[in-house]
């Protein structure tokens, strides 16, 4: 209540090493969403192959241990 409100503080700080042409490109992937994309591609081809192996594996260990086979 009688305290005096805190400043925003600034900073000036330039990078190093910038370099626009880089800046601009990473920009134009982003509004055409190129990473997005492929994340999504990549989630896509996942294959249930081994998880078939898997089951085929499991039932014919079941059926041995039932004496079947």
Known sequence: M???KKAHRIFDYTPQHYK???DQAEKKKRELGFRRSRKMAQKKKKSPLKWV???IIILYFYLKLQGIT
Do not use: A, D, N, R
């Open 20 to 22: 626009p042409e880089e």
């Open 2 to 4: 009688f305290s005096k």
């Open 53 to 55: 192996i898997l089951l």
